[in-house]
């Protein structure tokens, strides 16, 4: 029955999408024969880019994100095939938000990589039209911003529920990354140590901390990250229809699996992003007080991952619903929490995005604070 359903929708909106491109050509039909006046009338239809949204509750009352990841490498959202005039100006756009730091979320997944990794080359993977952490690193040094490398995921992983098979591949990419990009470019800032997780998975702790250990080594100390997931409610799969679960991790067991984490890998994990889309809008400040007291418990910084994406929504994945983002960014402030990122400004709220909501999300979101 959801299938159909799904469909139906599907069909409707491809119908409607249809009529709509169609009202042009009838109007220009229809106008043929009538005064000029009419057609007169239709050309002082504009915008008036002098008109603010009127707020109702308190502006710039959030967290404000600055820090985007850079998914080239994705399974489960669309390429928009940019070349470097377009990631240009995407970096442009970021700017001018008050984004300072990039983040490419995966240099790799199973045979797609973002560059030209001998290793990964020699391993069947395939070769890349461009080198994009070259091109990343130098928009970044361009812009003044900083980049976060992301580990490769070989994706064993994903069918295995066993994060040790990733260790072994990161151990050549992150002396193979230092050596050719970290050593030349200025911007290159820190790692993210990309395994995402929910809960005490198998091998989680021994390697988070083996591949966090050598990224500090081998960059003279330079700042790890990561980004797990929470698994609440919404913490359902990708290629799936169902928007939520029945069950869900409750706080209290949240807290004391996250405490055994965080005991292990702190000496070489910096701070900790949690994904804030997996749990309701009113589960917020509950969850985020946790991560936040567990975070200052053992010295690592609270940032959030604000996901600008929709989880609520039949189709996966759409730009957000900007009250959305402004509760998570609100529930972040009230916490304390000491930086939002973003999954992920250029297809979610990018001017340029693929979708158009994604560019009103941007103008919400400025609104909002007042930039």
């Not at 490419?104 to 797609?112: A, D, L, P, Q, V």
């Not at 030209?116 to 461009?130: I, Q």
């Not at 050719?180 to 390697?207: C, L, P, Q």
């Not at 067991?253 to 804030?276: N, P, R, T």
Request: charged share 25%.
């Amino acid at each position: 029955m959801m299938q159909n359903n799904r469909r139906d929708f599907i069909r409707k909106a491809a119908l409607a999408g249809a009529s709509v491109a169609a009202i042009p050509a009838l109007s220009a039909c229809e106008g043929a024969g009538k005064s000029s006046s009419a057609n007169d009338n239709r050309s002082n239809i504009y915008k008036d880019n002098e008109l603010k949204s009127q707020l109702i509750v308190p502006g710039n009352n959030g967290i404000q994100i600055t820090g985007t990841f850079l998914d080239e490498i994705s399974h489960d959202i669309p390429h928009q095939n940019w070349g470097e005039a377009e990631w240009d100006l995407d970096f442009q756009y970021m700017k001018a938000i008050g984004i300072d730091t990039v983040i490419m979320i995966r240099s790799g997944y199973r045979k797609f990589i973002t560059y030209p990794s001998e290793y990964l080359l020699n391993k069947g993977c395939f070769m890349p039209s461009v080198d994009l952490v070259d091109m990343y690193l130098r928009l970044a040094e361009k812009y003044g911003m900083k980049f976060y490398f992301g580990l490769y995921d070989s994706g064993h992983y994903w069918t295995t529920g066993d994060m040790t098979h990733e260790i072994e591949d990161n151990k050549y990419v992150i002396d193979e990354v230092w050596k050719n990009y970290g050593e030349k470019y200025k911007s290159f800032g820190g790692w993210y140590v990309s395994g995402e997780i929910s809960r005490a998975t198998k091998g989680a702790i021994g390697a988070f901390y083996a591949m966090g250990k050598q990224c500090k080594d081998v960059s003279g100390g330079l700042p790890t990250f990561i980004s797990p997931w929470i698994d609440g409610k919404k913490a359902v799969a990708a290629s799936g229809e169902a928007l939520s679960k029945e069950e869900a991790v409750s706080v209290q067991q949240h807290e004391k699996e996250w405490d055994e984490i965080f005991a292990g890998i702190h000496e070489v994990v910096d701070a900790v992003a949690f994904q804030d889309g997996h749990i309701d809008y009113d589960e917020l400040d509950a969850f985020f007080t946790v991560n936040k007291k567990l975070a200052d418990k053992y010295g690592m910084q609270c940032w959030t991952n604000a996901e600008s994406f929709d989880r609520d929504m039949p189709i996966k994945f759409l730009p957000i619903k900007f009250d959305k983002l402004r509760m998570k960014l609100e529930a972040a402030k009230r916490c304390g929490y000491d930086r939002a990122i973003t999954f992920e400004f250029s297809h979610f709220m990018s001017p340029q995005s693929a979708y158009s909501q994604a560019g009103n999300l941007y103008n919400r979101y400025k609104e909002y604070f007042n930039l």
